[in-house]
């Protein structure tokens, strides 16, 4: 039940060239940078990423894009990171842009063993229709777009069909843990962790606080250490702020 190991870069060994990782976080916030860090050292690569966003230049996922890393990313949001633009354009990567509810909805059928659902987001644009662009051929065509969705219609309205995730690994970010994996997240760093921890078959959990089994109160727990396969204690794990924004001294 000890699920606790000794270092981030043990905790991702097994994870090899080609996996498919669901990563925690919004924005810079509850992101898993121990865990990033360590998949950098590791030097695997062609990941395949589910994350609200890819990071920001030389941070977050930003770093494991900026190495060459990543394959192919899903998201929602891509408007901090300018590598991340280039290489888009330039066809060294494959995206596939969703609507970040459906996103958050695709990762929770994942984890909850729901193959797929039906949503009104996305009916009438390319999200259904297709055509979206999915891979650039560097000299400003495009090399491979989305395929068309099932739409149908229920009491009146149309709804468009989208796939669950299931992704090989889950990296997530708590603030307390224990070592069976039970799992605390400070306010809005409850953002996509939970449901990336329930989309990964093997959940990885950085957290930053390690306390013993029974110290939680069950009522506080978000994750459950059922869905937890391993535990990294990350004291003192650098935090970043995307934009700061302050007013003038003489204000």
């Not at 842009?97 to 984890?111: K, M, S, V």
């Amino acid at each position: 039940m000890d699920k606790v190991v000794a270092s981030a870069v043990e905790a991702v060994a097994d994870i090899v060239d080609g996996s498919s990782l669901a990563v925690g976080g919004f924005g810079l916030c509850g992101i898993p940078t121990a865990l990033i860090e360590a998949l950098l050292e590791t030097g695997v690569s062609d990941l395949e990423t589910v994350s609200n966003n890819c990071g920001v230049d030389q941070w977050g996922l930003g770093m494991l894009l900026a190495a060459k890393r990543i394959r192919r990313t899903t998201g929602s949001y891509v408007g901090e990171n300018k590598e991340f633009e280039r290489q888009f354009l330039c066809g060294e990567l494959e995206v596939e842009l969703t609507p970040q509810g459906t996103l958050a909805e695709r990762l929770r059928a994942g984890g909850a063993g729901i193959p797929a659902f039906y949503t009104p987001a996305g009916v009438g644009t390319q999200v259904a229709d297709g055509g979206l662009p999915l891979r650039y051929d560097g000299a400003g065509g495009v090399a491979l777009a989305s395929e068309p969705k099932e739409v149908r219609e229920f009491d009146g309205r149309r709804y468009v069909l989208e796939r669950a995730i299931r992704t090989d690994f889950a990296l997530v970010h708590a603030r307390v843990g224990d070592r069976h994996g039970n799992l605390v997240y400070e306010k809005s760093a409850q953002n996509f962790n939970p449901l990336c921890a329930a989309a990964g078959r093997i959940t990885i959990a950085e957290v930053e606080q390690l306390v013993e089994p029974g110290e939680l109160d069950p009522a506080r727990v978000h994750t459950a250490g059922i869905l937890v396969q391993r535990v990294v204690h990350a004291p003192g794990v650098e935090k970043r702020i995307e934009r700061r924004t302050v007013s003038r001294a003489d204000a």
